[in-house]
């Protein structure tokens, strides 16, 4: 299968623990997207990169969350000093350009 | 204002047409779009529609746009169980960031 892939899919971690998630896009997408999905809620945008270069970061990335893409392929992304309210399901999409978005099955972190 | 707005649950028999709908806020948005999401699975992209059209058809789902009142509708006929999800509509904010509303979650029973 070539489509999205996340890992992990679920994380629990306690609170004030740092967490790392990896989103591999579909191979030949050179734009990649992180959202953030709580419960009860559609998705919102965290942040984007086209190519390794992250063009767009939303102001619910506070300076506790870092993404990087540094050979324009995977992405990580990370939370320091997890909090309660870091509780989500976070989505990775990519696409080719400004094609459509295609989404990964997502990483469910739970801090305690 | 980024407020994409749905009603929250639908439910109807099997086999009857389901109608979800959304008002959204960003009248430049170029596309609107339909997200299914099922539990356990990634958002999976089932319909879109061009802003300069009013309707579109794809088999069993019927898009309808309203540009005046930014009122976007999907219409499912012959409503089946596998249908049941929760569905998103969605703008495109800039040059791709997409802005969800808050999804309707639909129910369908025999």
């Known amino acids: 299968d070539t489509g999205v892939s996340q890992n992990p899919r679920h994380k629990i971690t306690k609170r004030g623990q740092n967490v790392t998630f990896r989103c591999d896009p579909i191979s030949e997408h050179n734009r990649l997207y992180w959202y953030r999905q709580t419960l009860g809620q559609g998705p919102e945008f965290l942040t984007y990169f086209q190519n390794e270069a992250q063009l767009e970061k939303s102001r619910l990335l506070s300076d506790r969350f870092s993404a990087e893409r540094p050979k324009g392929s995977f992405s990580t992304l990370e939370i320091q000093r997890t909090e309660q309210g870091d509780s989500a399901m976070y989505l990775c999409a990519s696409s080719y350009q400004s094609g459509e978005q295609f989404f990964g099955p997502g990483t469910r972190l739970t801090v305690l | 204002g980024e407020d994409v707005e749905q009603s929250l649950f639908l439910s109807v028999r099997e086999g009857d047409s389901s109608v979800i709908n959304c008002t959204y806020t960003?009248?430049?948005?170029?596309?609107l779009y339909w997200y299914k999401q099922e539990p356990g699975a990634g958002l999976q992209l089932l319909t879109y529609?061009?802003?300069?059209?009013d309707m579109k058809q794809d088999q069993r789902l019927t898009v309808l746009l309203n540009k005046k009142d930014k009122h976007l509708s999907l219409r499912i006929a012959d409503t089946q169980t596998g249908d049941s999800a929760i569905y998103f509509c969605?703008?495109?904010?800039?040059?791709?960031?997409?802005?969800f509303g808050t999804g309707t979650r639909l129910q369908v029973f025999p």
């Open positions: 969605a703008e495109i904010e800039g040059i791709d960031k997409l802005i």
């Open positions: 529609i061009f802003s300069n059209m």
């Open positions: 960003d009248s430049s948005s170029t596309y």
